[in-house]
C-alpha cells in the first residue's frame, strides 16, 4: 500500500518530493507548479501524515518513512527533493537505491547528527528540550506550540485556523519518533555521504535556525562537488513562503546537471 501522492507537470524527467514533518505532499504545490515545464512530479503524503499510511508505532519512524517513500521511486532515474524530515528521507533513499536517483536536492535537512558538537546544535537541542516532557505529560498542543516557535513558517499554532491547528497537534509525536534518525544517526546516512553517486544541491533560508548553516556546512565537506544556495529572507518553510526562487535554485540545479 503505498498510499496518497499528488502529482505536477508534463516535464520530461521524473521527479519525486517528500515534504516537512507536520505537513503534507500539497506543501510542493508552489513548487511544483512553477516546475511543471520541467518535471513530472509526485509528491506521497509521508507516513502519519495527510492520506500516508499509518504508522506502526513498535517500528522506527524513519525506517517506515523511507520504506513507503521508497515506493513511489520511479523504475528510471529521478530528480529527488526533500524538505527538513523529508530531505533526511530523500538522502537515505539516494543512498540506497543509487540507480534509481539523478540528482539529489536537499532543502534544509534537519539531520541535527551533523553539527552535533557545533555550538548552534546545542543551542537547539537546550531550545527544544522542553518538547518532550510537554509531550509526555499529555499536553501535545503545548509541544506543538514551541515546536512551531523556532521551526514554523512565522504563523504562530494560536493564530491558524483550527483544522490546520488540529493538524499539527495530532502529529506532534513525529518529532520524537524522529530522534534516533535525526539526532542519533540511526540510518547510518553520515558515514555513507562519501559514496553519493549523483549530483546534490544544498538549499537553505537566509533567516533560518543557525543550526541549519552549520548542518548543511557539515554535509558539504563531506559530500564531492556539491552546489549550494542561500535565499535570502527565507526561513525554515521555504518551499511555502518563497517557492519562486526555490523552484529557481532547483531549475539552475537541474540545467547544470544535464
Same mark, same amino acid.
Given at each position: 500500500?503505498?498510499?496518497?501522492?499528488?502529482?505536477?507537470?508534463?516535464?520530461?524527467?521524473?521527479?519525486?518530493?517528500?515534504?516537512?514533518?507536520?505537513?503534507?505532499? %500539497?506543501?510542493?504545490?508552489?513548487?511544483?507548479?512553477?516546475?511543471?515545464?520541467?518535471?513530472?512530479?509526485?509528491?506521497?503524503?509521508?507516513?502519519?501524515?495527510?492520506?500516508?499510511?499509518?504508522?506502526?508505532?513498535?517500528?522506527?519512524?524513519?525506517?517506515?518513512?523511507?520504506?513507503?517513500?521508497?515506493?513511489?521511486?520511479?523504475?528510471?532515474?529521478?530528480?529527488?527533493?526533500?524538505?527538513?524530515?523529508?530531505?533526511?528521507?530523500?538522502?537515505?533513499?539516494?543512498?540506497?537505491?543509487?540507480?534509481?536517483?539523478?540528482?539529489?536536492?536537499?532543502?534544509?535537512?534537519?539531520?541535527?547528527?551533523?553539527?552535533?558538537?557545533?555550538?548552534?546544535?546545542?543551542?537547539?537541542?537546550?531550545?527544544?528540550? %522542553?518538547?518532550?516532557?510537554?509531550?509526555?505529560?499529555?499536553?501535545?498542543?503545548?509541544?506543538?506550540?514551541?515546536?512551531?516557535?523556532?521551526?514554523?513558517?512565522?504563523?504562530?499554532?494560536?493564530?491558524?485556523?483550527?483544522?490546520?491547528?488540529?493538524?499539527?497537534?495530532?502529529?506532534?509525536?513525529?518529532?520524537?519518533?524522529?530522534?534516533?534518525?535525526?539526532?542519533?544517526?540511526?540510518?547510518?546516512?553520515?558515514?555513507?555521504? %562519501?559514496?553519493?553517486?549523483?549530483?546534490?544541491?544544498?538549499?537553505?533560508? %537566509?533567516?533560518?535556525?543557525?543550526?541549519?548553516?552549520?548542518?548543511?556546512?557539515?554535509?558539504?565537506?563531506?559530500?564531492?562537488?556539491?552546489?549550494?544556495?542561500?535565499?535570502?529572507?527565507?526561513?525554515?518553510?521555504?518551499?511555502?513562503?518563497?517557492?519562486?526562487?526555490?523552484?529557481?535554485?532547483?531549475?539552475?540545479?537541474?540545467?547544470?546537471?544535464?
Amino acid at each position: 500500500m503505498t498510499g496518497f501522492a499528488r502529482h505536477w507537470g508534463q516535464g520530461a524527467d521524473p521527479a519525486l518530493l517528500l515534504h516537512c514533518s507536520l505537513a503534507h505532499s %500539497g506543501a510542493w504545490d508552489g513548487v511544483a507548479q512553477a516546475l511543471s515545464d520541467r518535471l513530472q512530479m509526485t509528491a506521497p503524503d509521508l507516513v502519519g501524515h495527510g492520506r500516508g499510511p499509518a504508522r506502526d508505532p513498535s517500528r522506527d519512524y524513519h525506517d517506515q518513512a523511507t520504506e513507503a517513500a521508497a515506493l513511489h521511486l520511479p523504475q528510471t532515474p529521478c530528480h529527488l527533493i526533500g524538505h527538513s524530515f523529508g530531505a533526511t528521507v530523500g538522502l537515505r533513499l539516494a543512498l540506497d537505491h543509487p540507480d534509481r536517483v539523478a540528482s539529489l536536492t536537499l532543502i534544509e535537512p534537519v539531520l541535527f547528527a551533523a553539527a552535533a558538537d557545533h555550538p548552534t546544535a546545542r543551542a537547539h537541542d537546550d531550545a527544544i528540550a %522542553g518538547l518532550g516532557p510537554l509531550i509526555e505529560a499529555g499536553d501535545e498542543e503545548g509541544a506543538a506550540r514551541l515546536f512551531l516557535s523556532l521551526w514554523g513558517g512565522g504563523t504562530p499554532l494560536d493564530a491558524m485556523p483550527e483544522a490546520q491547528r488540529r493538524y499539527m497537534i495530532d502529529r506532534i509525536w513525529v518529532v520524537p519518533a524522529s530522534t534516533p534518525a535525526l539526532h542519533h544517526d540511526s540510518a547510518s546516512l553520515l558515514p555513507r555521504l %562519501g559514496q553519493l553517486a549523483c549530483p546534490v544541491l544544498l538549499i537553505q533560508g %537566509g533567516d533560518s535556525p543557525p543550526v541549519i548553516s552549520a548542518i548543511q556546512t557539515a554535509l558539504g565537506a563531506a559530500i564531492a562537488g556539491h552546489s549550494r544556495v542561500v535565499i535570502d529572507g527565507a526561513g525554515h518553510m521555504l518551499p511555502i513562503t518563497h517557492p519562486g526562487p526555490v523552484a529557481s535554485a532547483i531549475r539552475t540545479f537541474l540545467g547544470d546537471t544535464a
